[in-house]
């Protein structure tokens, strides 16, 4: 079955710089990476998401790059804000259903 | 855009009961909806995908007559933990795809202590 493996497990940066986080998926049938932002006891919200049909997608500070080939696909964030802070997962849909990876707590100094 | 409810959002019980919990897509139907669990500080784990109209596909490992799911209509599916025991306490969320799309949306969760 399908296996997301996610790094770091936690990330610390300096308001105003930029965070990185790496996910590798191992089913090359998935077409669909979505990333979700999760505070603590509340749903995972999506935050952006891309298709296997692009390398890229951005969204204001947020954007998500994908390498099919090497099966892995990124999250940036630019200009952090402590708002930021939260665990960030991402995921890779096999047949619909999605598995997540471990995720990332974030932490954004002021 | 699209809503999950999902009820209770707390729940304390005895050890040995049964504990019931809802998911409803608010406006839009759902032909499949799943069921995560969550333990503190760890990811979103699978337990159950639950198809509107027939049996729930469990993931390796779950064990479907202690987490008995029903997805009697395109908006509602229920979890049922039975014979609760405190090992089971955790933060459950569940999630429901719009007919025909690949995005999730997710209720708000249910944080079930078995005492």
């Known amino acids: 079955g399908e296996n997301v493996e996610q790094h770091p497990s936690t990330l610390s940066v300096q308001e105003g710089d930029s965070a990185v986080i790496k996910c590798t998926y191992s089913d090359s049938a998935s077409n669909y990476f979505p990333w979700y932002k999760q505070e603590l006891g509340k749903r995972p919200q999506l935050i952006i998401d891309i298709r296997s049909n692009v390398g890229e997608k951005k969204d204001q500070r947020i954007a998500v790059t994908l390498n099919k080939t090497a099966k892995h696909f990124s999250l940036h964030i630019t200009e952090t804000q402590p708002e930021d802070s939260a665990v960030y997962f991402c995921?890779?849909?096999?047949?619909?259903?999605?598995?997540f990876g471990q995720g990332t707590t974030l932490q954004v100094k002021p | 855009g699209a809503v999950v409810s999902q009820h209770p959002s707390w729940v304390i019980c005895k050890s040995g009961t049964s504990v019931k919990i809802e998911c409803r897509s608010l406006?839009?139907?759902?032909?499949?909806m799943f069921w995560y669990r969550q333990f503190p500080k760890q990811s979103l784990m699978l337990m159950a995908t639950?198809?509107?109209?027939?049996?729930?596909?469990?993931e390796q490992g779950v064990e479907k007559d202690k987490f008995l799911i029903n997805h009697a209509s395109l908006t509602l599916s229920t979890l049922t933990v039975t014979s609760a025991h405190p090992e089971d306490s955790s933060f459950y969320i569940c999630s429901a795809n719009p007919t025909g799309r690949n995005i999730q949306y997710f209720g708000a969760g249910t944080r079930l202590s078995v005492l």
């Open positions: 406006d839009f139907q759902a032909t499949t």
């Open positions: 639950s198809n509107e109209g027939s049996k729930a596909t469990y």
């Open positions: 995921a890779a849909p096999p047949s619909g259903k999605l598995i």
